[in-house]
């Protein structure tokens, strides 16, 4: 690993009934690392054990190339973001921000306290109070601090979680500009599916203490290992189907009498799989409009369920699906149940997964049952 960076590596943390198992996991200089999972599955506990609150049981923390496993929490030089940027109530913005420059020589503080408030441009809150202050300028305010310590690593769990939604998505923006400048590396826990696509290059997916798959965002976003962290991921659509390969053919999925081309080149016999399917790779188009050819077929529309800047979309085709579109195509296109439209899928997007046999009848002649319409992501699609 470059010098700057941040490992786990087999690290074991025994925590009553709970424990993290054996977790491997390397953030280098400028990467941001999503750890995502339910709740109660250790994401918090990972970020709290880096920053020295539990005991490490087995394994290691290396962070820019020193074993920081069993040092205290001040030792690490971490800094560990919370809710709110967890700013001190009793303390002015130049009072939190003095607290991350107690390691630089006394001399040498009021000079780096002044170039922060003006790099952050909240010098002229310098005497105020957190409760006085915006949401944008308490995250200023946060980071300020943060930064002042020198980090050689960010923690941030759940920062946006207490904002409205027109605070969160513009102060999610500004984090991020100000991480790919800062370039200190970062790891970040949400639930939050928007925040995992917008900050992270990197993902990994956490259960009852394990990591069950990680890898690029893109890749563990396009290509979910199994059912379950599929689930995790909010991926929208989730059948059974028969995979069927051969010599140096593309592989396809049969679904109750629908054919789709995946991507990629198998061998091997006809399989059961389930087949993930995101909704965002769903091409809704006007009947008779020019796309490509694979994956291409005639739908009805079921339901539209507006959701702000994006429309769900059920659909059916032969097997009922959810697609997520712009609402001003929705408009544009004046889709509503009823209407006839044409979906194209991209073979890139379709992801075979693993059986889980209690998710199907020993004939293989079920699906996952399709839930109710709603706006948040479907957990299953249903033959019709």
Known sequence: MSRGGISLEGL?????????????????????????????AGK???LETIAGFHRVTTGRIVI???????????????????QNFGLFPHLSVRGNIALG??????????????????????????DRLPRSLSPGERQRTGLARALAADPDVFL???????????????LRLELH???????????????????????????????????VQQGSLRDVLRAPGNLRVAEILGVDNIFAATLRTGPGRRPSIAVAGVTLIASGETTGAA?????????????????????????????????????????????????????????????AMQLTPGAQVEIAIAPE??????????????????????????????????RS
């Open 64 to 82: 820019r190339e020193r074993d920081v496993t069993r040092l205290p929490p001040e030792s690490r030089n971490v800094a560990f973001v919370l």
């Open 177 to 211: 500009d100000f991480l790919e400048a800062c370039g200190i590396p970062a790891i970040f826990v949400t639930h939050d599916r928007t925040d995992a696509h917008a900050l992270g290059t990197a993902l990994a997916i956490i259960e009852a203490g394990a990591i």
């Open 349 to 382: 997007a379709i992801h075979p997964m693993p059986p889980e046999p209690d998710r199907s009848t020993a004939t293989g002649d079920a699906s996952v049952p399709a839930p109710e319409f709603r706006p948040r992501p479907a957990s299953g699609i249903a």
């Open 156 to 170: 941030f769990d759940e920062p946006f979680s207490a904002l409205d939604a027109g605070t969160h998505a513009r």
């Open 271 to 331: 399989s059961d799989v389930l087949v993930g399917i995101r909704a965002d790779d769903i091409e809704v188009l006007p009947p008779g409009s020019a796309a490509p050819a694979e994956n291409r077929m005639t739908a009805r529309v079921l339901a539209v369920l507006d959701e702000g800047v994006l429309t769900a979309i059920r659909l059916d085709c032969g097997v009922v699906l959810q697609a997520r579109v712009l609402s001003r195509t929705v408009d």
């Open 101 to 126: 420059l107690q390691r630089l020589p006394r001399a040498r503080r009021r000079p780096r306290l002044g170039q922060l408030m003006e790099q952050f441009a909240i010098g002229h809150l310098a």
């Open 12 to 40: 074991t943390v025994q925590l009553g009934a709970f424990a993290l198992q054996r977790l491997d996991l390397a953030v280098n200089p400028g990467e941001r690392l999503v750890i995502v999972g339910p709740n109660g």
């Open 44 to 46: 918090s506990v990972t």
